[in-house]
């Protein structure tokens, strides 16, 4: 996959989340795209990262976000524990990531499909 196409990807499907939380207004979408600046100088150090890409951005969002906002996205498995928590990305670092559930592991959404069924 060419860089820029990856990173227009990832662009796309991280604002599709937000989107899906009702929290995509100026401030947050400039986040997504100061990740995405950062991730591109990360592809062209190495290439073959760009299939990282998606989960990357996704991840770097969420840390700028709970630096200024708090916690994104919220858990929708764990609702009447009373202890809100963040999804994660899983993989780390790989393809086709996932926001997952820390505490159950329960696959919530692929990163851009949050607020959709789930596929099988």
């Known amino acids: 996959m060419e860089m820029e196409q990856a990173l227009h990807a990832a662009r796309a499907l991280v604002l599709a989340d937000l989107m899906a939380d009702k929290v995509a ?11 995405v600046v950062h991730r591109r ?3 062209e150090q ?3 990262g760009a299939a990282f890409v998606a989960g990357l951005i996704a991840q770097d ?4 976000l709970l630096d200024r906002y708090g916690r994104w996205p919220l858990c929708p498995v764990c609702t009447e524990s009373g202890d809100p928590h963040a999804l994660d990305v899983e993989p780390e670092l790989g393809t086709d990531p996932h926001w997952v559930c820390p505490k159950t ?4 959404a692929r ?3 949050l607020g959709a069924p789930m596929e099988g």
């Open 105 to 108: 592991a329960v696959a919530v």
């Open 111 to 113: 990163v851009g499909r």
């Open 61 to 64: 969002v969420q840390d700028a």
């Open 25 to 35: 207004d100026a401030d947050i979408v400039s986040l997504v795209e100061d990740a």
């Open 41 to 43: 100088w990360w592809v």
């Open 46 to 48: 190495w290439p073959e």
